[in-house]
């Protein structure tokens, strides 16, 4: 199919330019009305999602709550030698993380002042890696660092176990079939 160029509507006098106005205006006006449409939709569809879910979504919360509770409570008759219990539907355990906290008496803000000063010293490249361009200290930098290096600054590390869990998917929906 050979191409077509798209004719140029060239007005000759100020009646059809004005036409042209209003025909623009009722366009605009139809297309406004078409969106208005569409949104009052998208937005009926979300508050119909949302009062199907809200339900599910609180049950959801207060499953995990329990689960997390349980795991906790019984947490050496669980887990005596794992971190994590398999069973039918899922995993469920807990996983290391390693947070930094500060020391006594110490701040983020403090931290922040300390790292900046050892900064200009002359090994104290190494400390930059620590400093975000918005001033504020770069935990996740720090979570790497030698604990020699953090109580240089007033920070040390804690090792916490914080619960997860992880379903089964395939298991659930062939027990569900």
Not at 35 to 61: C, F, H, Q, Y
Not at 89 to 116: A, D, H
Request: charged residues 35%; glycine residues 4%.
């Amino acid at each position: 199919m050979a191409r077509q160029k798209p004719k140029a509507v060239v007005f000759a006098d100020i009646k059809e330019a004005d036409a042209a106005l209003a025909e623009l205006s009722a366009i605009k006006r139809e297309i406004a009305a078409v969106e208005g449409v569409m949104n009052d939709a998208i937005d009926n569809i979300k508050a119909e999602a949302k009062a199907r879910t809200s339900p599910l979504t609180t049950r959801l919360k207060d499953l995990e709550t329990a689960l997390a509770n349980f795991a906790v409570a019984r947490k050496q008759e669980l887990f005596p030698k794992k971190k994590s219990l398999e069973m039918t539907f899922g995993i469920m355990g807990f996983r290391q993380s390693t947070k930094l906290k500060t020391l006594t008496r110490i701040t983020w803000k403090l931290v922040l002042e300390r790292l900046e000063s050892l900064v200009g010293e002359p090994e104290g490249e190494v400390f930059r890696q620590a400093i975000r361009v918005k001033p504020e200290v770069d935990k996740e930098a720090m979570r790497d660092w030698p604990d020699e290096r953090l109580a240089t600054v007033g920070v040390h590390k804690v090792a916490e176990d914080e619960f997860f869990y992880e379903l089964k998917t395939e298991a659930i929906e062939n027990a569900a079939a």
